[in-house]
Every structure is written in structure tokens, then in C-alpha cells.
T-cell receptor, first 113, second 117 residues
Framework: AQSVTQPDIHITVSEGASLELRCNYS??????LFWYVQSPGQGLQLLLK??????LVQGIKGFEAEFKRSQSSFNLRKPSVHWSDAAEYFC???????????FGAGTRLFVKA | GAVVSQHPSWVICKSGTSVKIECRSL??????MFWYRQFPKQSLMLMAT?????????EQGVEKDKFLINHASLTLSTLTVTSAHPEDSSFYIC?????????????FGPGTRLTVT
């Protein structure tokens, strides 16, 4: 069965510092992978997605993620974090057979001044 | 764009009553809609998948008779929590995929906060 693991429950970074959020997945075939952000009181917003092709994916708000098949990982990165990036981040894997999406537990990002 | 709305955004109801939550795709047709439940500080748990004109497919452990899902049109799906109890209090989120596309991208609504007293 497919699954998603986000090892870090929460991460704190200084504003302007770089960020990497980890995500590992378990899936039998080439997965459809997503990163979403959820700000307090708001719905989920798609940051980026990987379906195929270039393994380095660029998203919105300066985020990028790299698909590494050998490591079953899809880590999210940002070179310089802004205070407005503080939110909950979810990695997700899509079921190619039926559109079902399984979410990781989420990583709460705190940004300190 | 691909906008999904939910109504109401929050609702308080008394134990034993039923409450209906609407999920609408505003600017696209959605063959498939999903309903999720999110507990505080936890991830989204898929409750059911609904396809327009057919019965919803529920995930294991989700009570079909308690959480009634109707996907009557290509732009509307409803979730009715019947005989609600305090343990049903949660954040309910819907999402939709666009019809006529092979994209697996889901567009999420802003969620509905349900509090059962």
C-alpha cells in the first residue's frame, strides 16, 4: 500500500535561511507526488507537483522539490525563507489508478526573526 | 483558475442533529470529488471519493450511514453528517479534479469547521 512519511513534525528556521522539508514515499510504480501548504484558517494550496520528466520541479513562492527514485524521496527546498512561509506543509502521493491522494502527517514550519 | 468553495465555512450543531456541507467547483466541471477529515494538528484523512451520478466509495472505517455523500451534478457534492455527536467535530475538506483531463491534481476547498455540542 502506498504511504507517505514526513519525518519532521516541526522545523524552525531563521528568516533568510535555507529550508529543506523531507518526504519519503512508498509506492509500487512511478508515483504522482505533490507538496501542499496550509496556512491557518485557509485551504490547501498546491506548491508543486511531479508526474514525470525532469526530476527537479519548480513551484510557486520560490519552492522547488527533487524526485529521487533511488531514495524514494521528494524533498521540498527553498533557498531563503520568508516569515510568511510559516505554515503546515504536506507531502502527498497520488494513486495513478483512481486519483486517490494519500497525505503525509505534515511538517509545521516556524520562522524566527 | 480552479476554485472550489465550501459552505458553510463553520457550523455548530447540537448532538443528534444532522448537518449538510456543500462543496462546489465554481469555474470547472468536476467528475470526481473527495471528502477529507482533518483533526487538529493532524493530516488529512480521506473519507470517500464521489463520482457524479454514482454512489460514493468510502474508505475503510468510514461509516456510510453516518456520512452521506451525494454528487448530484458536475459542480456540486454534499456531505451530510447524520445524527452528529461530539466526536464528529472536525475540519472537513473537499477537493475536486477537473473533468476531461488526465491530470491528477486536486483543487481544495477552504474547509468547513464542524463543532457538535
Amino acid at each position: 500500500a502506498q504511504s507517505v512519511t514526513q519525518p519532521d513534525i516541526h522545523i524552525t528556521v531563521s528568516e533568510g535561511a535555507s529550508l529543506e522539508l523531507r518526504c519519503n514515499y512508498s509506492y509500487g510504480a512511478t508515483p504522482y507526488l505533490f507538496w501542499y501548504v496550509q496556512s491557518p484558517g485557509q485551504g490547501l494550496q498546491l506548491l508543486l507537483k511531479y508526474f514525470s520528466g525532469d526530476t527537479l520541479v519548480q513551484g510557486i513562492k520560490g519552492f522547488e522539490a527533487e524526485f529521487k527514485r533511488s531514495q524514494s524521496s521528494f524533498n521540498l527546498r527553498k533557498p531563503s525563507v520568508h516569515w510568511s512561509d510559516a505554515a503546515e506543509y504536506f507531502c502527498a502521493v497520488g494513486d495513478t489508478g483512481g486519483f486517490k491522494t494519500i497525505f503525509g502527517a505534515g511538517t509545521r514550519l516556524f520562522v524566527k526573526a | 483558475g480552479a476554485v472550489v468553495s465550501q459552505h458553510p465555512s463553520w457550523v455548530i450543531c447540537k448532538s443528534g442533529t444532522s448537518v449538510k456541507i456543500e462543496c462546489r467547483s465554481l469555474d470547472f466541471q468536476a467528475t470526481t470529488m473527495f471528502w477529507y477529515r482533518q483533526f487538529p494538528k493532524q493530516s488529512l484523512m480521506l473519507m470517500a471519493t464521489s463520482n457524479e451520478g454514482s454512489k460514493a466509495t468510502y474508505e475503510q472505517g468510514v461509516e456510510k450511514d453516518k456520512f452521506l455523500i451525494n454528487h448530484a451534478s458536475l459542480t456540486l457534492s454534499t456531505l451530510t453528517v447524520t445524527s452528529a455527536h461530539p466526536e464528529d467535530s472536525s475540519f472537513y475538506i473537499c477537493s475536486a479534479t477537473k473533468s476531461g483531463t488526465d491530470s491528477y491534481e486536486q483543487y481544495f476547498g477552504p474547509g468547513t469547521r464542524l463543532t457538535v455540542t
